[in-house]
């Protein structure tokens, strides 16, 4: 009698143990694997990532090796996605230009997202004139035209580093310095995060300014913590879900930013290959050659959609609301 009523005991709470809930993170990546679209965006990204990473090794190709007796010539065994006006492997340098658009997406989104979600955690918990003020630079910024700021930047800066360069070449005698493909590299980085910051600082106030009155920030206040471990510990982290839907949005949208800074000519310079660089080479001749146009614009446009999907369905996975 006594083990039945020992084992019935038992019983409940077993079963409760069984269906506790999942914690907000599991729960989370649950509801995101049911999202067959938002899992699709993840294997395009993943495969992105792996041609960025592994390609040129596997690349029969460079992407600057001429082949003349090739030149605008269409799809075939040998160039797989044919060639362009100078001979050169377009499936080469579609790859070369993922490993392009990547790292400036990566280092812009990361660059961005760092100097906004500092500046909107500290605007939104400090309040008064720290608030207004930071609010008035992510104003001046936004109301700029972001090309205009961007061709001011860029045609600034360009000569001035260039000549900096040429004239430690000249001192030093290191060929290093001959490549300007880190110095257009930085300058993308640094304009297209000076035109994204003031996006993520905007959200990230507002995620504060509605749960700096929380009843555990408040407790933290009470308890005396310094304001810098409450922002970091507390604030911070529980305002984070709408920012990485954000920056998943934010990685798509700084691949397109560069490639059309590219397509004007005022971001990542040859030799190095860019998306924009080839679309807009091959808009000149698109009507004899349409695949130097189609090749790369549905590169980008595969990317930037799966990065979409992939935001779409954090959206859905964060969003409480969205339980079911």
Known sequence: MTEQSSMTSQQPQSDTAEQAPAGLGRDAWLRLRRNRLAMLGLVIIAFYLCAAIFGPWLMPYDFAQQDLAHINSGPS?????????????LFARIVGGARTALIVAFFVTVLSFSIGAIAGAVSGFAGGVTDRTIMWLTDVTMAVPSLLLVVVINTSLTPLLSGWMEDLFLKTGNPMFRDTTFLDLSL?????????????????????????????????????LPPTT??????????????????SFGLGTAMV??????????????????WGRMIADGMRVWGAYPHLLIVPALALAIITMAFA????????????KGKK
Do not use: C
């Open 309 to 320: 999907f992939v935001g779409d369905g954090l959206n859905d996975a964060l969003n409480p």
């Open 188 to 224: 993308v980085f640094g304009t297209i995060a000076l035109i994204k910051w003031p996006q993520y600082a905007r959200l990230m106030r507002a995620q504060v300014l509605s749960i700096r009155n929380a009843n555990y920030v408040t407790a933290a206040i009470a308890l005396g």
């Open 77 to 89: 065994l040998i160039h797989w996605l044919g060639t362009d006006n100078l001979g050169r492997d």
């Open 257 to 274: 930013l560069e490639s059309s800074f590219s397509f004007l000519g005022i971001g990542v310079q040859p030799p190095t290959p860019s």
């Open 230 to 247: 409450i922002i970091r510990s507390f604030v911070v982290p529980n305002a984070l879900g709408p920012v990485i839907v954000a920056v």
